[in-house]
């Protein structure tokens, strides 16, 4: 998955994504696909 809003990578993201984390991926209010953070490559870096 990539984050698109740099806004959001800084004010959001960062907190809260870590490793094992469950997420899922909407279509609107579907969901389409539930994910697991097995890695994380790139945030930190402005």
Do not use: P, Q, W
Request: zero cysteines.
């Amino acid at each position: 998955m990539t984050i698109i809003s740099d806004e959001l990578r800084v004010t959001e993201h960062r907190k809260h994504i870590k490793e094992g984390l469950k997420f899922f991926v909407r279509e609107g209010r579907k969901i389409v696909a539930e994910g697991v953070v097995t890695r994380i490559v790139d945030l930190f870096s402005d």
